[in-house]
């Protein structure tokens, strides 16, 4: 687990080729995401490492229902009663309603790559055991609308990577959560580190997820927090207009 601090209230941590954010507000977090299933004691030290408790976390908001963001959710809602807040659309995905996710046949094509191979040796380890997992309690946020939970996160519909893929807003900090629909770096980019799309294959709508992120450019924000790669500072209009000219 690798943590970095990105202000006074924000800390963005990576596990299995994935990030989580903690984000507080006195002795409370909000988890933005929680990792792979098999991240969940990373979560935990995370929390450690600013000096809360698994209790402080008043709440978690996801971004997807991809499990490498979801995967420690599990940990918190069942031994705390932990609230789960997603957009609406994403909500039903994260109950399982319905499946968005790279095909095994798609991630077996990413062995073409050496690159490809340590990635999906990584991934089968993390996800296999938990395919089947379905998080059955999660709560519908409206977008635009502050959440009522620590840091005040505003819900930002970004649908296109999943159906109804939700980023959050920290108005006062102008820190953005972007998820997986704009990130700064992947194992299987060939992009190098800097913002961009993720590879098509993860993506369940390419052109929505690019007209999603036309979307944002009224967002008012100067620190990226993606869910991979590291964070990147600066308007977000230009980490936009970068990943939208770059493609993936
Ligand atoms: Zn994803």
């Known amino acids: 687990m690798q943590l970095t601090r990105v202000d006074d209230h924000v800390h963005l941590a990576t596990g299995t080729n994935v990030n989580w954010a903690l984000v507080t507000e006195g002795d409370s977090v909000t988890l933005v995401d929680a990792g792979y299933p098999n991240d969940a004691g990373a979560v935990l030290e995370s929390l450690a490492a600013i000096g809360r408790r698994p209790g402080s976390v008043?709440?978690?908001?996801?971004?997807?229902?991809?499990?490498?963001?979801?995967?420690?959710?599990?940990?918190?809602?069942?031994?705390?009663?932990?609230?789960?807040?997603?957009?609406?659309?994403?909500?039903?995905?994260?109950?399982?309603?319905?499946?968005?996710?790279?095909?095994?046949?798609?991630?077996?094509?990413?062995?073409?790559?050496?690159?490809?191979?340590?990635?999906?040796?990584?991934?089968?380890?993390?996800?296999?055991?938990?395919?089947?997992?379905?998080?059955?309690?999660?709560?519908?946020?409206?977008f635009d609308v502050a959440l009522d939970v620590p840091g005040r996160l505003v819900p930002v519909s970004v649908p296109?990577?999943?159906?109804?893929?939700?980023?959050?807003?920290?108005?006062?900090?102008?820190?953005?959560?972007?998820?997986?629909?704009?990130?700064?770096?992947?194992?299987?980019?060939?992009l190098g580190e800097g913002p961009q799309l993720l590879p098509g294959v993860f993506n369940t709508d390419e052109a929505r997820m690019r007209t999603s992120l036309e979307s944002l450019r009224d967002v008012r924000a100067?620190?990226?927090?993606?869910?991979?790669?590291?964070?990147?500072?600066?308007?977000?209009?230009?980490?936009?207009?970068a990943a939208l000219r770059r493609g993936a």
């Not at 964070?231 to 209009?237: F, I, N, Q, T």
Request: glycine share 12%; aromatic share 6%; charged share 15%.
């Open 58 to 142: 008043a709440a978690i908001v996801l971004t997807h229902a991809h499990l490498d963001h979801m995967g420690g959710i599990p940990t918190f809602t069942s031994r705390y009663g932990t609230p789960v807040y997603t957009g609406a659309e994403e909500a039903r995905h994260a109950r399982r309603e319905y499946l968005q996710q790279i095909t095994p046949g798609e991630m077996l094509g990413q062995c073409r790559h050496p690159r490809g191979v340590k990635w999906v040796a990584q991934t089968l380890r993390a996800v296999l055991p938990h395919a089947r997992m379905a998080l059955s309690e999660v709560n519908t946020a409206p």
């Open 222 to 241: 100067d620190t990226l927090v993606p869910g991979h790669g590291p964070v990147a500072r600066g308007p977000l209009a230009d980490h936009l207009d």
């Open 160 to 190: 296109g990577h999943t159906s109804g893929h939700t980023g959050y807003l920290m108005p006062e900090a102008g820190v953005f959560f972007s998820g997986d629909a704009l990130v700064t770096g992947h194992p299987l980019s060939t």
